[in-house]
């Protein structure tokens, strides 16, 4: 019998009953301190049935925050908030990762401790806007790191990913997608170094490498993801060959033996796109591949069953429809997302989607 969605799979050392994920989404409404709170609970609760949740991304450090309410891990209080997550996902038999993330320059100095500059690769200014508490507001030029401050920055994935083990993430998902930090130093449009981190594919992917083996030394590569978004523009971020260096990702990321490698496949906000072979890329890595980007229940089990993907990420769908697998499983009719509450607000047009039960 063919694969499809409904086909149970073991990602590294998590077993997941079906292979419909849920992709991170930021919804911007954690509590005071960034602390998972109630409704953050029962959002997560009410999506159980997927095969596997991922996290909306969450801030690894103070100095990794860049959206207002993002909820981070890097608290004590955040922790105990979101094992209260975990609990609740894992009592209805769900499985849970933590999105592990650093913004680098796609921040601004209110939303950062003291007023620090956001970092970065290089001190390149992103096109547009920041979301701060005060409203909009420009981007503004980042500070370069120094190469001596990187082992700080790795040290902060590292504590992360003990503080989401200790709250009882069944892993990680390593966040180097959508032009933040790990992003900014894989794609040459954000990085300029000349240093052992800037310059040919091979040191601009260092950093996501090192990232990546620390996180992997402490959780084990089997409960450890990665996320790359390859020709996403989105964050004012493009490479000059996309399919040359994510290749180059997809291969030194491969022998770790990780739960899954994770593809936004294009671009979210529409230009013009270099062209891309996405199964080209998924032949450099061995492990599990989790396709995402606009797919509907037909082209995903068309993609699982023709061996090209093994696990589809469905990200809107998941926002509109707590029961989509229930709803795929019956191919009844999705509701539409309401995109006026995506980012932040109350439990309206967060926790009170209509299932099919009612
Ligand atoms: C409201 C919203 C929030 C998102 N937040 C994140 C995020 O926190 N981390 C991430 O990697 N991608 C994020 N994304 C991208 C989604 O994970 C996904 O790639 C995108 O929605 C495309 O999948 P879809 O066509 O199934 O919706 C977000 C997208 C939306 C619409």
Known sequence: MALDLFSPIKVGSIALKNRIVMAPLTRNRAGEGNVPREMNVTYYEQRASAGLIITE????SAMAHGYPATPGIHTEAQVAGWRKVVDAVH???????????????????????????????SAIKPA?????????????????????????????YVQATRNALAA????????AANGYLLDQF?????????????GDKVNRARLLLEVTQNVVAVAGAD?????????????????????DLFNHVARVLSPFGLAYLHVVEGGMGGSDLPPFDFVELR??????????????KA????AIAAGNVDLVAFGVPFIANPDLVERFARDAALNQADQSSFYGGTEKGYIDYPTLQG
Request: net charge neutral; glycine share 8%; no cysteine.
């Open 223 to 243: 409960k450890v993801g990665v996320r790359i978004s390859p020709l996403n523009p989105f964050n004012d971020i493009s490479d000059s060959n996309p399919q």
């Open 299 to 302: 082209r995903a089990n068309a």
């Open 186 to 198: 894989l794609r040459d449009s954000t990085n300029k170094r000349t240093d052992i981190y800037g």
């Open 128 to 156: 547009g806007q920041a979301f701060t508490y005060q409203g909009l507001q420009d981007f503004v030029t980042p500070r370069a790191l120094a190469a001596e401050e990187i082992p700080g920055v790795v040290a902060e």
């Open 283 to 296: 032949k450099n890595f061995s492990g599990p591949y989790i396709a995402n980007l606009a797919y509907d």
């Open 57 to 60: 991304a969450t801030p690894i």
């Open 168 to 175: 009882g993430f069944d892993g990680v998902e390593i966040h």
């Open 91 to 121: 009592a209805k038999g769900g499985k849970i990762v933590l999105q592990l993330w650093h913004v680098g320059r796609i921040s601004h100095p209110s939303l950062l401790p003291d007023n620090a500059l956001p970092v970065a690769p």
